[in-house]
């Protein structure tokens, strides 16, 4: 029996790199950046103008794949980017210095959400575990974990000749698509998990555990 889930997945080596002058430049730089930035709206200076967020989703690992609740627990990393318009600057008035890191707690994020959600505590995601990378032009990348409870619709009757198709919805709570637009760069194979039967049943209709 195989697992589908339709998903893009990236091979990602997340590297925090910042082509860095002084570090006072740095704090100073940020500072300035700062000292007027409003998080809680979007980063645009046209309300007409759309966010666009690049997102992409890793899967570390499958924790459990339930069939009696129907749902589906998974691990993994989300890595977005987009542009910010408030945090652009020249480059040649700040010693060269052409990107830095920000702990995206300080500026606007997407307000990323799962809305296929089986628990109340696992349907929203906040990128902040890293420092947020910015770039001159406003080019904001960041990164998250997370641990969603998914709901599946799951039919074993033909096991072990079934496929089984497991949707991850991920969107913006706040803002609709014509405000914050997610998009991808490219079609990416769908994961495929091969699950086991549950050992302590002794039934090929239990399936809990599963893995790449």
């Known amino acids: 029996m195989e ?48 966010t666009t967020v690049k997102a992409f989703i890793v899967i570390n690992h499958i924790e459990e794949v339930n069939q009696d609740e129907q749902t589906m627990i998974v691990h993994g990393m989300l ?9 652009t600057w020249d480059p040649k008035k700040w010693s060269n210095v052409d990107m830095i890191s920000i702990q995206p707690w300080k500026i606007w994020q997407p307000a990323f959400a799962l809305y296929n959600s089986a628990k109340t505590n696992s349907w ?62 490219g079609v990416l194979p769908k994961p495929v998990i091969r699950l086991s039967t549950n050992p302590f049943r002794g039934t090929a209709k239990k399936h809990v555990a599963g893995g790449f």
């Open 3 to 50: 697992l589908i889930l339709p998903i893009l997945l990236l091979i990602l080596t997340y590297v925090n790199i910042c082509y860095c002058g002084r570090p006072t430049t740095n704090r100073q730089l940020e500072k300035t950046l700062l000292a007027k930035y409003e998080r809680r709206h979007r980063p645009v200076k046209k309300e007409s103008t759309s």
């Open 79 to 87: 890595w977005a980017q987009w542009k910010d318009e408030y945090l």
């Open 124 to 185: 929203y995601l906040y990128m902040n575990g890293q420092p947020a990378t910015v770039t001159s032009n406003g080019k904001v990348s960041a990164i998250g974990a997370f641990t969603f409870h998914v709901t599946c619709s799951f039919d074993f009757s033909n096991f072990p000749y079934d496929t089984q198709d497991c949707p991850i919805v991920i969107a913006d709570w706040v803002y609709d698509l014509s405000k914050v637009n997610l998009t991808n760069s």
